[in-house]
Nanobody
């Protein structure tokens, strides 16, 4: 599986961005998909993930209520809608894929099977 993230950019605090992650391969619907981010000088952290069929979504507490993850299996794409952005959301955002579905795995493992190249999100105050 190859992943290509896009949609990052510069936005003012309070603004919105939508990240996309396009996946290659015919087995996209078999993979849980998610997003991580890494701010300068900090470790990579879990942001959100969505299960195979899209029935369950999970979020880090820091983004809950502001970010929404979704997927379109027909387009092999996962999205992250980011609203009410804050300067502390500034980071490189990475999409990831893994056959494992569980929330505990995604929030603790930080070593998914497949990673995309990151896309920079910068939120100015």
């Amino acid at each position: 599986v190859q992943l290509q993230a896009s949609g990052g950019g510069l936005v003012q605090a309070g603004g919105s961005l939508r990240l996309s992650c396009a996946a290659s391969g015919r087995t996209f619907s078999s993979y849980a998909m998610g997003w991580f981010r890494q701010a300068p000088g900090k470790e990579r952290e879990f942001v959100s993930h969505i299960t195979w069929g899209g029935g369950n979504t999970y979020y880090a507490d820091s983004v809950k209520g502001r970010f929404t993850i979704s997927r379109d299996n027909a387009k092999n794409t996962v999205y992250l809608q980011m609203n009410s952005l804050k300067p502390e959301d500034t980071a490189v955002y990475y999409c990831a894929a893994d056959l494992k579905n569980s929330r505990i795995y995604w929030t603790t493992k930080n070593a998914m099977q497949y990673w995309g190249k990151g896309t920079q999100v910068t939120v100015s105050s």
